[in-house]
T-cell receptor, first 113, second 112 residues
């Protein structure tokens, strides 16, 4: 158990819909990272937040957005969903910077029908 | 552009045999390098990381990796694999703006 929790574990929805994925980091970790893992694209870094502020941005679509709240939990919002958004979405947390060990949550599997 | 290449999609080794998983990266500056393991249905777990200093890095579960700047490589090794090592292994490079780029992964199969 990494100490990072993600809800829900599974999500099935339809094209055009909007969903929210939630992540609670390990106690004491200020950084949260979001990743997308799919068969086509592999593991892709989406975005990083540090103590409530966006710090780094990767291959995140404009339809996707994230935020980190004062209690440090984070949410990833996916809107206007397409079939190709079906993937496993991971959250990871670390103390601070990229040099710190990232601890991954178990992931949320999103299926868009 | 920064990239990570893991040339082997699948590797099969016998239990007790030695293992080497290859990783090559493309990045202009000194990279931060990582190896992660993902067991079926699980999230990723960090095996080891390299930032500077000794180019031979020891990790968890008996793994080690060697950074070779001249070859832009960071290969993962284990002297004797166990059935529980069957998993997918990802090499990753951290770049200056706090992004991490992952390779496509190598799936390791263990023969009894």
């Amino acid at each position: 158990d990494s100490g990072v929790t993600q809800t829900p574990k599974h999500l099935i929805t339809a094209t055009g819909q909007r969903v929210t994925l939630r992540c609670s980091p390990r106690s004491g970790d200020l950084s949260v990272y979001w990743y997308q893992q799919s068969l086509d694209q592999g593991l892709q870094f989406l975005i990083q937040y540090y103590n409530g502020e966006e710090r780094a941005k990767g291959n995140i679509l404009e339809r996707f957005s994230a935020q980190q709240f004062p209690d440090l939990h984070s949410e990833l919002n996916l809107s206007s969903l397409e079939l190709g958004d079906s993937a496993l979405y991971f959250c990871a947390s670390s103390v601070d910077a990229i040099t710190d060990t990232q601890y991954f949550g178990p992931g949320t599997r999103l299926t868009v029908l | 552009a920064q990239s990570v290449t893991q040339p082997d999609i699948h590797i099969t080794v016998s239990e007790g045999a030695s293992l080497e998983l290859r990783c090559n990266y493309s990045y202009g500056a000194t990279p931060y390098l990582f190896w992660y393991v993902q067991s079926p249905g699980q999230g990723l777990q960090l095996l080891l990381k390299y930032f500077s200093g000794d180019t031979l890095v020891q990790g968890i579960k008996g793994f080690e990796a060697e950074f070779k700047r001249s070859q832009s490589s960071f290969n993962l090794r284990k002297p004797s694999v166990h059935w529980s090592d069957a998993a997918e292994y990802f090499c990753a490079v951290g770049v200056s703006d706090d992004k991490i780029i992952f390779g496509k992964g190598t799936r390791l199969h263990i023969l009894p």
